[in-house]
């Protein structure tokens, strides 16, 4: 079946825009996750959903950085005012429900501020 | 904090050869350490998963070993081929918490196998 499929496969941006970046789960997954990857942070976790539930945002690294789940399937992560720190590959990833715990991976959007 | 240390950064290995990366946890509340294999321009894809009641899991050439009591665990990659390079990446989740199997990464091991 499909897999874990994100947009654009590329984004590059000015220094202050925003950018949404889109991320379309496994059908049938209830968990989602977006992570980043980055050459100095290597992966890092940004923001979990689980079907109705609040969303953990504890990874968020800044207010500038929000994400929305709609319908319990696609995911739009926004970063405000981008600056060039936020340069990085933006992965999503998607689990069934409960175990096992086998997360299946986007193929990422790589976002460039200049 | 770096929850999970991994080593080495690179490694280079000839066709036939074992490719052993190393990882050492701190949490002793994770309970799912996977490891994942990214090829460039590609996201990580599952290559292996074990869990701290068994000490060892063989899948084909791949291999995990696990060892509780040290809080480490590491990839063995047997008769390594070229197709096998790729950077890996260990991982580790936990069942509780707020973020039910949120991963933590090492950093990561940028393998080369030559012919």
């Known amino acids: 079946g499909a897999g874990v499929s994100q947009s654009p496969s590329n984004k590059v941006t000015e220094k202050g825009k925003d950018v949404e970046l889109r991320c379309d789960p496994i059908s049938g997954h209830t968990a989602l996750y977006w992570y980043r990857q980055s050459l100095g942070q290597g992966l890092e976790f940004l923001i979990y959903f689980q079907g109705n539930s609040a969303p953990d945002k504890s990874g968020l690294p800044s207010d500038r950085f929000s994400a929305e789940r709609t319908g319990g399937s696609v995911s739009t992560l926004t970063i405000q005012r981008t600056q060039q720190e936020d340069s990085a590959v933006y992965l999503c990833?998607?689990?069934?429900?409960?175990?096992?715990?086998?997360?299946?991976f986007g193929p990422g959007t790589r976002l460039t501020v200049t | 904090q770096q929850q999970v240390k991994q080593s080495p950064q690179s490694l280079i290995v000839q066709k036939g050869g074992i490719s052993i990366i190393n990882c050492a946890y701190e949490?002793?509340?994770?309970?799912?350490f996977p490891w994942y294999q990214q090829f460039p321009g590609k996201g990580p894809a599952l290559l292996i998963a074990i869990r701290p009641d068994v000490s060892e899991k063989k899948e084909g050439r791949f291999t995990i070993s696990f060892n509780k009591s040290a809080k480490q665990f590491s990839l063995h990659i047997m008769d390594s081929q070229p197709g096998d390079s790729a950077t890996y990446f260990c991982a580790a989740s936990r069942a509780g918490g707020t973020s039910y199997g949120k991963l933590t990464f090492g950093q990561g091991t940028i393998l080369t196998v030559h012919p």
């Open positions: 990833a998607s689990r069934p429900q409960g175990p096992p715990r086998e997360q299946y």
């Open positions: 949490n002793t509340a994770f309970d799912y």
